[in-house]
């Protein structure tokens, strides 16, 4: 089963307010869907992968009786949650390697909303009565509910306040729609972030061999891919020389983009084929769609990547 999507709220678009909506933090994670229906925990990713090796801690979620549980995962970072913390959890596929990062970097599970429970689907149940089933339900540690709040407004501006990525509001009349991204389900963002392919990298300009920047590319609706621009900011350290060990074997002798670009953007690039995708977080987009200031956060490959018309 696929979770549900929230629609994105077009730039200085508000939050709706009123009795008939609920509003929760958007939490800087992952999402993950956490299913027992089969008497043992598995952790699917949006994708459909299966993610429990890595999250070990999550263990005692296999006590919770045929259930198919929607949430984050979230990695703390001085006292915020972190996506650039949870990178280095993400891809690990080594049971050994999870137990040793789960003492060094635990993670929670932030849950807010129960597709199945003692084997009965409630999909078609109200958020209001969901969220009442889980208010019932006692989650173990490091498993917890996250909270709702009545006042949107107030929430996008606390929000802020404690560097949060953001709100979503959620219509309390709504029911679950699996794999749909449905305006019943709103997500307001501090600060913009997608998923991007990588269409070739640079190195650093000192000679020293380190990842320098990448170029960021996207499908676009007619099949054509399309230039995002060139981020240099987030590689420095493992991600950078995580990154150029995914890229070097998907080499290609010429640009793999439909789009023209500049000279000065083409120089000293060694193009790849667009297969590894990254999380990126900008200030927005110019008129010809390029992000502005991006900043690469960390590898992704449980998520579809976002086509080049999204905002």
Same mark, same amino acid.
């Given at each position: 089963?696929?979770?549900?999507?929230?629609?994105?709220?077009?730039? &200085?678009?508000?939050?709706?307010?009123?009795?008939?909506?609920?509003?929760?933090?958007?939490?800087?994670?992952?999402?993950?869907? *956490?299913?027992?229906?089969? $008497?043992?925990?598995?952790? +699917?990713?949006?994708?459909?992968?299966?993610?429990?090796?890595?999250?070990?801690?999550?263990?005692? /979620?296999? $006590?919770?009786?045929?259930?198919?549980?929607?949430?984050?995962?979230?990695?703390?970072?001085?006292?915020?949650?972190?996506?650039?913390?949870?990178?280095?959890?993400?891809?690990?596929?080594?049971?050994?390697?999870?137990?040793?990062? *789960?003492?060094?970097?635990?993670?929670?599970?932030?849950?807010?909303?129960?597709?199945?429970?003692? &084997?009965?689907?409630?999909?078609?149940?109200?958020?209001?009565?969901?969220?009442?089933?889980?208010?019932?339900?006692?989650?173990?540690?490091?498993?917890? /509910?996250?909270?709702?709040? !009545?006042?949107?407004?107030?929430?996008?501006?606390?929000?802020?306040? +404690?560097?949060?990525? $953001?709100?979503?509001?959620?219509?309390?009349?709504?029911?679950?729609?699996?794999?749909?991204?449905?305006?019943?389900?709103?997500?307001?963002?501090?600060?913009?972030?997608?998923?991007?392919?990588?269409?070739?990298?640079? !190195?650093?300009?000192?000679?020293?061999?380190?990842?320098?920047?990448? +170029?960021?590319?996207?499908?676009?609706?007619?099949?054509?891919?399309?230039?995002?621009?060139?981020?240099?900011?987030?590689?420095?350290?493992?991600?950078?020389?995580?990154?150029?060990? /995914?890229?070097?074997? +998907?080499?290609?002798? &010429?640009?793999? /983009?439909?789009?023209?670009?500049a000279t000065v953007d083409r120089r000293d690039t060694h193009w790849c084929e667009p297969v590894v995708q990254v999380d990126v977080a900008y200030l927005?987009?110019?008129?010809? $769609?390029?992000?502005?200031?991006?900043?690469?956060?960390?590898?992704?490959?449980?998520?579809?990547?976002?086509?080049?018309?999204?905002?």
């Open positions: 089963m696929q979770p549900m999507l929230a629609t994105p709220t077009t730039s &200085g678009s508000p939050l709706p307010s009123g009795p008939d909506w609920a509003f929760e933090i958007k939490w800087d994670g992952v999402r993950v869907l *956490a299913d027992t229906t089969s $008497g043992r925990l598995r952790l +699917h990713a949006r994708s459909g992968r299966d993610v429990t090796v890595a999250y070990p801690e999550l263990a005692a /979620l296999a $006590g919770v009786p045929g259930a198919v549980l929607d949430g984050e995962v979230v990695a703390m970072a001085d006292g915020i949650p972190s996506f650039e913390a949870l990178a280095s959890r993400m891809h690990v596929r080594d049971a050994a390697r999870a137990a040793a990062l *789960a003492q060094q970097l635990p993670v929670s599970y932030l849950v807010f909303d129960v597709l199945q429970l003692y &084997g009965v689907d409630v999909t078609r149940r109200t958020f209001d009565e969901r969220r009442a089933t889980l208010e019932r339900l006692d989650l173990p540690a490091p498993a917890t /509910l996250s909270p709702v709040y !009545p006042d949107g407004p107030e929430l996008w501006e606390v929000t802020r306040a +404690h560097g949060l990525e $953001g709100v979503v509001a959620k219509r309390r009349s709504s029911t679950y729609q699996p794999g749909r991204r449905s305006p019943d389900w709103l997500k307001a963002a501090h600060r913009s972030t997608r998923t991007a392919l990588v269409a070739g990298w640079r !190195p650093e300009t000192t000679g020293s061999g380190r990842l320098g920047a990448v +170029h960021l590319a996207a499908p676009a609706a007619d099949g054509r891919l399309r230039y995002l621009g060139r981020a240099g900011s987030g590689l420095a350290g493992e991600l950078g020389r995580e990154l150029r060990r /995914l890229l070097e074997p +998907h080499a290609r002798a &010429g640009s793999p /983009l439909d789009d023209e670009m927005g987009r110019t008129g010809s $769609g390029r992000l502005r200031h991006p900043a690469v956060r960390g590898v992704r490959d449980e998520v579809p990547v976002d086509p080049w018309e999204d905002l």
